[in-house]
């Protein structure tokens, strides 16, 4: 199936497609709702998706859609987008591919071939990105873990601090706060980022702000 909505462009791919002689078009569609119906409707086993269609995202839509009810069909990314967030967003839906028109027909034809055997054919710059986003997401799945672990091993008075420092309070207004000398507050402000392995207590409140941690202080 194809979903492509300039009218031009999708006969060109469905005429591809019908003279290749080892595959044929079971459906095309203007829309991401209209390709939805269509996949869901009837059998397939690949889907040529555009992206841009009556949204900005709609074929990232449609194949999220598409994959839940239907996840034995592999859906391949045929858009004009090459920025790394789209990307990103295409390939987290459940995608197996991603190409950016203004290929030769045969290139697309080989990269259907191997969607359609399960093989991986992703273009070197779009493997880089989606490694790219693997390695950071891994490297904040050990941070989050990192920062839970340390969390959980707080004194009372350093979760209370860093309740405060979540609120934007500085040194002398927090020693204010608790009643105690600023000398004390500093100490435990040091203790604290030995814990957590930073030079200053922004980089505390940043992290766990990025995290969404914020909640384990109220």
Same mark, same amino acid.
């Given at each position: 199936?194809?979903?492509?909505? %300039? ?27 209209? %390709? ?90 779009? &493997? ?19 920062? %839970? ?5 707080? #004194? ?15 040194? &002398? ?10 000398? #004390?507050?500093? #100490? &435990? ?9 930073? #030079? ?17 202080? &109220?």
């Amino acid at each position: 199936m194809i979903a492509e909505d %300039i009218p031009l462009l999708r006969e060109d791919f469905c005429d591809i497609v019908s003279r290749s002689g080892d595959m044929e078009v079971a459906g095309s569609a203007l829309t991401g709702q209209e %390709i939805t119906r269509l996949a869901l409707g009837r059998d397939c086993d690949v889907i040529l998706m555009d992206i841009e269609m009556e949204t900005m995202n709609a074929g990232i839509t449609a194949a999220e859609a598409i994959h839940q009810k239907k996840p034995e069909i592999k859906i391949l990314f045929l858009t004009a987008h090459e920025t790394e967030e789209i990307i990103i967003s295409a390939m987290a839906s459940g995608a197996v591919d991603y190409i950016v028109k203004g290929c030769e027909d045969e290139v697309l034809l080989d990269h259907i071939r191997k969607a359609y055997r399960g093989e991986t054919a992703l273009d070197q710059h779009i &493997q880089q990105v989606v490694m790219r986003e693997y390695s950071r997401l891994r490297q904040s799945e050990r941070s989050l873990i990192f920062f %839970i672990s340390n969390v959980a091993r707080l #004194t009372p008075a350093e979760r209370e601090l860093v309740r405060l420092l979540l609120k934007g309070l500085k040194v &002398q207004e927090i020693a204010k706060e608790r009643c105690v000398e600023v000398v #004390t507050v500093k #100490t &435990q402000i040091k203790g604290l980022l030995g814990k957590f392995g930073c #030079t200053r207590t922004r980089e505390i409140v940043a992290m766990l702000r990025q995290m969404g941690l914020e909640h384990l202080f &109220q």
